[in-house]
């Protein structure tokens, strides 16, 4: 039931999406006698045979704890850990290694600012701003250290449409204003925000900007000098890397001023009863046994997606983006969230007849995975005053085709209940 | 479409969630309790009108999906008259329903109409959106607290 007429036609130098669906095995499968049509890469992508050999290739032949041991084997295994590091200041265009901090994910890297940064710099009556489009873990470690602190935590609003109102954000950028912490790309709306303003905005007050990348790093290239944000975080499954690992960027000077975030093996120089002497960046960032593996993994992620020219990786998703949004656009009764101008591969939407739970669950009986609830972003939902929405997002694996399972799986909730 | 599908929606649930019996707040309430499910934001307000240990009234307001929201109004239906025990029993009997511990044939018997819900069954993330009202109910009646949550 595709409508040809919706199908941009594909351009030149455009993504082989097909040879690309064979690097991920798991979209081959079926369930419950359906092809499965995976929309849920906002959640999580997928994973490519690259990365799932590079990390089980490393277990298989070069594992071993990494930065203590004399024998060829841990030299091994911290090279390849380093050699993650060195592939991510790259990619991001940091200036230098030490700028790159090994953290379990986004949620972790925003903890590990507030906790030392925001600790150090925070007092009472001084603002945190961020925006009304945050996940939660971009609100609630803030929320703890203003608490702790007795400052106040403000949010720029958004319009009707799921865009921050730069005016609004320009009036809370006062003295006491410590610290600006934004989504780069919002999960629950699909929002791309104007981080280059937003950051120049906060410095012409010296005030620093951290960007919440969790959404980024798979759809658009960062360039943290080119931005110059003072932090950006980042986590591997969101890219295509496996879970459990991902990535503070900091400025140097910044991170060398801030007091360490967790104390343990690894962080430390020297440690006697009375005095312990802390280790030099990144490694004082990074107490007990780091997720070496998930290392090696975001290298072959990295490694993947370089494959792919940038330009291609974006023209399809927005692609997929405008043929979904029309196709779904002529449902009856359903409604947008999220229709800023700006946007990446992501739908937000509800039915004025179906639940999104009741949504999602239809739509899983015909093979598709999309995501029901409030995304993590509850001030999200409130601000569009609805409970939840169902969200479908795409990745450099997905095609008119699962575009079109969704849309079928959709008339199939109308059946149901309109 | 999928038996296990037409299984869930069957014609009765589909018919409480458009038009929820017993969907009205309830001025002279004994108990009133609120059941919030935070992970997909079903939320229910259940009201009780207990005396000398028998449901007089009950009624629920609020939002979710179509199976609480069923579930609420097929509860409240079943529960006026009952006494106090015959509610809790009838609670435990629909747990065990929609968690696959109770056998559909026994259901019916013991459950009647309620045992549409069988087809929960087969779909284990939606088991909490069915107890939901069931819980908060179960919390009025031992008048023990104000909000449930089922996560
Ligand atoms: C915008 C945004 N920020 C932060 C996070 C948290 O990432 P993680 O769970 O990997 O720490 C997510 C993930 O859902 C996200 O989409």
């Known amino acids: 039931m595709s409508d040809p007429q919706f199908i941009p036609p594909p351009v ?66 911290t090279d390849a850990y380093e050699e993650a590091r060195r592939k991510t200041r790259e990619f991001i265009n940091a200036e230098d290694e030490r700028e790159i901090i090994f953290v379990r994910g986004t949620t972790e890297a925003v903890n590990l600012v507030a906790q030392t940064f925001g600790r150090m710099e925070i007092g009472t009556g001084d603002a945190v701003v961020i925006s009304a489009m945050e996940h939660h873990s971009n609100i609630v470690p803030w929320q703890m250290i203003c608490e702790e602190k007795g400052a106040v935590l403000k949010v720029i609003p958004m319009n009707d449409r799921g865009e921050l109102l730069l005016d609004e954000y320009e ?114 960032f990074e107490a007990g046994t780091p997720h070496i593996a998930g290392g090696v993994g975001l290298a072959a992620a990295i490694d993947y997606l370089s494959s792919f020219s940038r330009d291609a990786i974006i023209a399809h998703e927005n692609r997929l983006l405008d043929y979904a949004t029309r196709a779904l656009l002529e449902i009856p009764g359903l409604r947008l969230v999220g229709t800023a ?30 995501r029901s609830g409030h995304h993590c972003a509850q001030p999200v939902m409130q601000r569009f005053n609805v409970p939840a929405t169902t969200r479908a997002s795409f990745g450099i694996y997905n095609t008119v085709e699962d575009v079109d399972q969704l849309v079928n799986a959709l008339q199939k909730v109308r059946e149901i209940f309109a | 479409m999928m038996d296990e599908l037409r299984d869930l929606y069957q014609q009765v649930i589909l018919d409480h969630q458009k038009a929820p019996r017993n969907f009205r707040k309830m001025e002279n309430a004994t108990a ?120």
């Open chain 1, 12 to 77: 030149a130098g455009a993504l082989d999406v097909e040879s690309i669906r064979r690097d991920f095995p798991i979209l081959a499968q079926s369930f419950r006698g359906k092809r499965l049509a995976y929309l849920d890469s906002a959640a999580s992508t997928q994973k490519p045979l690259r990365v799932i050999e590079a990390i089980s290739g490393f277990y298989t032949s070069r594992y071993a704890n990494i930065h203590r041991g004399a024998y060829t084997l841990s030299e091994l295994a």
């Open chain 1, 171 to 284: 009036k809370l950028l006062t003295d006491s204003t410590r610290i600006v912490a934004i989504a780069h790309i919002s999960n629950a709306l699909g929002t791309i925000n104007p981080v280059r303003d937003i950051i120049e905005l906060a410095h012409r007050k010296g005030i620093p900007v951290l960007l919440d990348g969790a959404q980024t790093l798979a759809h658009l290239p960062v360039d943290v000098r080119d931005l110059d944000c003072d932090f950006y975080a980042f986590s591997a499954h969101k890219m295509y890397g496996p879970t459990g690992i991902g990535v503070l960027y900091g400025k140097r000077k910044l991170l060398e001023a801030m007091p360490p975030y967790q104390g343990g093996g690894d962080m430390i120089r020297s440690v006697t009863f009375e005095k312990t002497i802390y280790n030099d960046l990144p490694y004082k």
């Open chain 1, 341 to 370: 101008r700006d946007k990446a591969g992501v739908i937000s939407f509800v039915i004025d007849y179906a639940h999104p739970h009741d949504i999602a669950t239809i739509l899983d009986t015909e093979g598709v995975a999309v």
């Open chain 2, 32 to 151: 009133s309790v609120e059941g919030y499910n935070p992970l997909c934001g079903d939320h229910y307000t259940i009201y009780l009108l207990v005396e000398d240990d028998v449901v007089r009234d009950v009624s629920f307001e609020g939002t979710g999906c179509a199976i609480s929201k069923a579930s609420a109004s097929m509860m409240t239906a079943a529960l006026k008259g009952k006494t106090r025990a015959e509610a809790e029993s009838l609670f435990e009997k629909f747990h065990d329903l929609v968690t696959g511990k109770l056998e559909v044939e026994q259901a019916a018997g013991e459950l009647g109409k309620l045992a549409v819900f069988a087809g929960v069954q087969e779909f284990p993330m939606r088991v909490k959106c069915a107890i939901l009202p069931w819980h908060s109910m179960h919390s009025a009646l031992e008048g023990d607290k104000t909000v449930v949550s089922t996560e």
